[in-house]
Nanobody, 115 residues
Framework: HLFESGGGLVQPGGSLRLSCVAS????????IGWFRQAPGKEREGISC????????YYADSVKGRFTISRDNAKNTAYLQMNSLKPEDTAVYYC??????????WGQGTQVTVSS
């Protein structure tokens, strides 16, 4: 139902834009969240956007550097990541929820920040 892309290797201070394409669900009914999990660490919720694009949330760890957005006409959500740091290295996942808990998860995309 969800497919992430856009990950890769980037130097510290660089940027990446992740995409999350949805299929098989009514995309504009769902809030979208971005999560990440680094090796040996718990999964961290870093950002989410409401179904109507009117409300967004950012974890303190990414606030001011990452921007979440969505294009309901394209069934796609995005995570623009700027000023990347080595500690941003993780597998990034998107997830969708109509309300309450997240029902659908993508397979993840690796982001590595290293010189």
């Amino acid at each position: 139902h969800l497919f992430e892309s856009g990950g890769g290797l980037v130097q510290p201070g660089g940027s990446l834009r992740l995409s999350c394409v949805a299929s098989g669900l009514t995309f504009d009914y769902y809030a979208i969240g971005w999560f990440r999990q680094a090796p040996g660490k718990e999964r961290e919720g870093i950002s989410c956007i409401s179904s109507s694009d009117s409300n967004t949330y950012y974890a303190d760890s990414v606030k001011g550097r990452f921007t979440i957005s969505r294009d309901n006409a394209k069934n796609t959500a995005y995570l623009q990541m700027n000023s990347l740091k080595p500690e941003d290295t993780a597998v990034y996942y998107c997830a969708a929820r109509p309300a309450g808990t997240y029902e659908y998860w993508g397979q993840g995309t690796q982001v590595t920040v290293s010189s």
